[in-house]
Structures are given as structure tokens and as C-alpha cells.
């Protein structure tokens, strides 16, 4: 009798994938996190048309189109996300996060859609106008994204293993793994310039700044906590 109570137990569980893959946001969180992915989107298409060098992560994808024609940037994206994730996953002995992998995969696709379209041409302006708009978009767009609580960067889970096993700051481990991203990129052909010191100089500088004024103006509430607990239950620093 009860090996038939047990088993029925067991069969009202549900199943690990399905809640490994549930999603557990709210509306709210979702729509925040969607205008920030497309706001990034746009302020990276800016980035790129304004042709004085991107981020990082662009920097990257773009010299990967070079090297592998006819990979997408979503893909390019994704498939660094998706690297990032099973190093994080097999170092923590944990199931890899899906949230990441989604954003960069997202939001690299959009970045297609907008350079298809040429949306940032449209801009009445180019150059250097266009890189400033670059990077207040994609600084106000982070504070969205971290305020959603669902848009942890994948890179920045591997540098917060990094600051448990071995005790530097944050932001070393970050600036290490961004160098090598960017060193990578730049061999294979990525535009760096005075665009990828101003995403890095500023873009991450502006972020808190914004996330206290939407807070204050807006009244939005900050889930990015929630984002942390995530990848660390002890609190570990949100991603920009």
C-alpha cells in the first residue's frame, strides 16, 4: 500500500527538465526586460554604424562574421553565452542558467534585425553624436535589464566563481575575461577604437546612476537582487 501511495507521490512531481526550463518572472519583469533588450539592441546598432569601434562582446561577434562567414551575431552571442554557461555549470557542479544564454541570444538577434534594416543609419546624425547615443541607450537599457532580475550576464557568473575559488575583486576577473574577449575579436578582425574605450569607460559608470533614478522617478522596482540569488545566494555582484 504504501509503495502505491509512494509511486503516485512520485508521479504527481513534475518533471526536473520542466522546472529546470519553467520560467518563474512576472509580466512586469518580462516587460522591463524586454525594453531593455531592445534599447541595447539599438544602442549596439548605433555602436556599429557610428564605425569608431563597440563593445567587447560586438567586437567579437563582428571579427567571428569575418572569420566564419554568414554566422549571425544572435548565433555568435549565443554561442559564447551558451560557452560561458557550461564552464560556469561544470566548475559549480550545477545546471547552467537559461536566462543568460537567452538574453545574449536575443539581443544579438535584434542587433541583426536592426542592421538589416539600418535603423541607426535613419539617425540625422552619425559619427561621434551617434557613438554618445550608443552609450546612453546601452546604459540606460542595462539598468533595465538588471532591474528586470532576469538578465545576469553569462560572462559575469564565471567571474563570480572566479572571485569564490580564488578572492580578487569582481572587477578584476571581469576586466580579465573582457580582455580576452576583446583580444580574441580584435585578431579576427573586430572594429576596436575610441567607441570600445567609451562602452567600457562609461557605459558600465552610468548604469547605477540610471537604476537610482528610475527607482526614484519611475518608482520601478529593483529585482536585480533577485537576479543575484540566482547565480549566488550569497549575494554575489548583479551584471551590467
Not at 552619425?126 to 550608443?134: A, D, V
Not at 583580444?183 to 562609461?202: E, R
Amino acid at each position: 500500500m504504501s509503495n502505491g501511495t509512494s509511486n503516485k507521490a512520485d508521479g504527481d512531481k513534475p518533471n526536473w527538465v520542466i522546472e529546470w526550463l519553467k520560467p518563474s518572472f512576472t509580466r512586469n519583469q518580462y516587460l522591463v526586460y524586454l525594453v531593455g533588450c531592445v534599447l541595447f539592441s539599438f544602442g549596439a546598432c548605433c555602436f556599429i554604424e557610428a564605425k569608431l569601434g563597440t563593445d567587447p562582446l560586438d567586437v567579437f561577434s563582428l571579427g567571428l562574421q569575418k572569420v566564419v562567414p554568414g554566422v549571425t551575431i544572435g548565433a555568435a552571442q549565443g554561442g559564447f553565452a551558451a560557452l560561458m554557461l557550461l564552464i560556469w555549470a561544470v566548475w559549480n557542479k550545477k545546471l547552467p542558467i537559461v536566462s543568460p544564454f537567452v538574453t545574449f541570444f536575443f539581443c544579438g538577434s535584434l542587433i541583426d534585425f536592426g542592421r538589416h534594416y539600418e535603423l541607426a543609419a535613419k539617425m540625422p546624425y552619425s559619427g561621434y553624436p551617434l557613438m554618445f547615443t550608443g552609450v546612453l541607450l546601452c546604459a540606460y537599457a542595462s539598468s533595465y535589464i538588471i532591474m528586470s532580475g532576469i538578465g545576469i550576464r553569462a560572462m559575469d557568473l564565471v567571474a563570480i566563481t572566479m572571485v569564490q575559488r580564488w578572492k580578487a575583486p569582481f572587477w578584476v576577473w571581469k576586466t580579465v575575461l573582457e580582455s580576452c574577449l576583446l583580444l580574441a575579436g580584435y585578431l579576427m578582425g573586430g572594429p576596436v577604437g575610441v567607441g570600445t574605450l567609451c562602452f567600457l569607460g562609461f557605459v558600465d559608470l552610468l548604469i547605477q546612476p540610471m537604476m537610482i533614478a528610475n527607482q526614484r522617478l519611475f518608482g520601478m522596482r529593483n529585482m536585480g537582487l533577485r537576479g543575484k540569488s540566482e547565480a549566488d545566494p550569497s549575494a554575489a555582484p548583479a551584471a551590467s
